[in-house]
C-alpha cells in the first residue's frame, strides 16, 4: 500500500504571504495526485487534481506541482479563507485504503 | 456540479446498528459511483466504502468489512450506508462523496478517481 505523508502538521504563515505545504509518497503516484481543504466545521472540499488542475471555482492562487513521489501545494497571498487544514490524497492506487495524508494545518501567525 | 445531504446519524450504543442516507442532486447519480469517507474527532480523513453506478460492485476498509454495507437506489438518487454491530471507533462524521475523474464520468470501481463532490456530512456517535 502506497502511504501518504504531508508536512509540516501546522503551518503558521501571515495574511499576504505565501504558504508552501508538502506531500510525500511512500511510492510512486505519478500524477494521480489530490489536494482537499476543510475549513473549520466543513466538509472537504476538492482543490487540486491531477497535481496542478484546479477544480471548478478554485481561485489562481491554489497551485500544485509535483510528480512521482514529491508534491507541493502553494498558496499564494493567503486570505482569511484559506486558514484550514488541507489533505493530499493519491489516487494510483486501487482500493483507496489509506489514500489520504494526515494533513497540514495553516494557521495565522 | 451537485449537492449531496447526509443524514441518519445520531448515538447509537456498542453493538447497535444505524442507517445513514446521502440524498444527490444535480447530476445523473446512476452514472456515478459514490463512496462514504468518515473522519474520527480531531483526526483526518477515512476512506470506508465505495459502490459502482449500478450498484453490483463494492468495496470496503479492513475496518469495517462485515459490519458496514453500502448500496443505493437510483430510482431515489439515494446513497446508503447501514452500519451494524458499532464499535466506538467508528464515531466519526461520514460524508457521502462523487467519485470523478478529469471530465469523464466515473461509473465502475476499480478504476481511478478523485472525489470532487462531498456533502456536509452526518455525525455518528458510538458510545454507552
Known amino acids: 500500500e502506497i502511504v501518504m505523508t504531508q508536512s509540516p502538521a501546522t503551518l503558521s504563515v501571515s495574511p499576504g504571504e505565501r504558504a508552501t505545504l508538502s506531500c510525500r509518497a511512500s511510492?510512486?503516484?505519478?500524477?494521480?495526485l489530490a489536494w482537499y481543504q476543510q475549513r473549520p466545521g466543513q466538509a472537504p472540499r476538492l482543490l487540486i487534481y491531477?497535481?496542478?488542475t484546479r477544480a471548478t471555482g478554485i481561485p489562481a492562487r491554489f497551485s500544485g506541482s509535483g510528480s512521482g513521489t514529491e508534491f507541493t501545494l502553494t498558496i499564494s497571498s493567503l486570505q482569511p479563507e484559506d486558514f484550514a487544514v488541507y489533505y493530499c490524497?493519491?489516487?494510483?492506487?486501487?482500493?483507496?485504503?489509506?489514500?489520504f495524508g494526515q494533513g497540514t494545518k495553516l494557521e495565522i501567525k | 456540479e451537485g449537492q449531496l445531504l447526509e443524514s441518519g446519524g445520531g448515538l447509537v450504543q456498542p453493538g447497535g446498528s444505524l442507517r445513514l442516507s446521502c440524498v444527490c442532486s444535480?447530476?445523473?447519480?446512476?452514472?456515478?459511483?459514490m463512496n462514504w469517507v468518515r473522519q474520527a474527532p480531531g483526526k483526518g480523513l477515512e476512506w470506508v466504502s465505495a459502490?459502482?453506478?449500478?450498484?453490483?460492485?463494492?468495496e470496503y476498509a479492513d475496518s469495517v468489512k462485515g459490519r458496514l454495507t453500502i448500496s443505493r437506489d437510483n430510482s431515489k438518487n439515494t446513497l446508503f450506508l447501514q452500519m451494524n454491530s458499532l464499535r466506538a471507533e467508528d464515531t466519526a462524521v461520514y460524508y457521502c462523496?462523487?467519485?470523478?475523474?478529469?471530465?469523464?464520468?466515473?461509473?465502475?470501481?476499480?478504476?481511478?478517481?478523485?472525489?470532487?463532490?462531498w456533502g456536509k456530512g452526518t455525525t455518528v456517535t458510538v458510545s454507552s
Open positions: 462523496a462523487k467519485a470523478a475523474y478529469r471530465s469523464a464520468v466515473v461509473t465502475a470501481l476499480g478504476v481511478r478517481y478523485y472525489m470532487d463532490v
Open positions: 444535480g447530476f445523473t447519480f446512476s452514472n456515478s459511483a
Open positions: 459502490i459502482s453506478g449500478g450498484g453490483a460492485s463494492t
Open positions: 511510492q510512486s503516484v505519478s500524477t494521480y
Open positions: 491531477g497535481v496542478s
Open positions: 490524497q493519491q489516487y494510483k492506487d486501487w482500493p483507496p485504503l489509506y489514500s
